[in-house]
């Protein structure tokens, strides 16, 4: 199993970004998948999540009403859209599974103020 985290980039406070995690391999199981993010010199947090089965989503509260996770089964894929980015928003973006058994390679988000 592979997941692939891509889209990650600089990008001026106020602006947006859109990750992406593709899951390719073999097929596995998982009820929930989710994104969570390192900033330098701070603990991993976790962000967003979407359930794979009735796409509920949950936020951390810094980012609610500007991020938004979403998937499209048929590519396998899990997004994230990030709007209204702020400095503090720096950071790695790594994708995960519901048990954190995959992840992806990480994906450097930097907003600039």
């Known amino acids: 199993v592979q997941l692939q985290a891509s889209g990650g980039g600089l990008v001026q406070a106020g602006g947006s970004l859109r990750l992406s995690c593709k899951v390719s391999?073999?097929?596995?199981?998982?009820?929930?998948m989710s994104w969570l993010r390192q900033a330098p010199g701070k603990e991993r947090e976790w962000v967003a999540t979407?359930?794979?089965?009735?796409?509920?989503?949950y936020y951390t509260d810094s980012v609610k009403g500007r991020f938004t996770i979403s998937r499209d089964s048929s590519e396998n894929t899990v997004y994230l859209q990030m709007n209204s980015l702020k400095p503090e928003d720096t950071a790695v973006y790594y994708c995960?599974?519901?048990?954190?058994?995959?992840w992806g390679q990480g994906t450097l988000v930097t907003v600039s103020s």
């Open positions: 995960t599974d519901a048990g954190q058994l995959y």
């Open positions: 391999g073999r097929t596995f199981t998982t009820h929930s």
């Open positions: 979407i359930t794979l089965d009735r796409e509920i989503t």
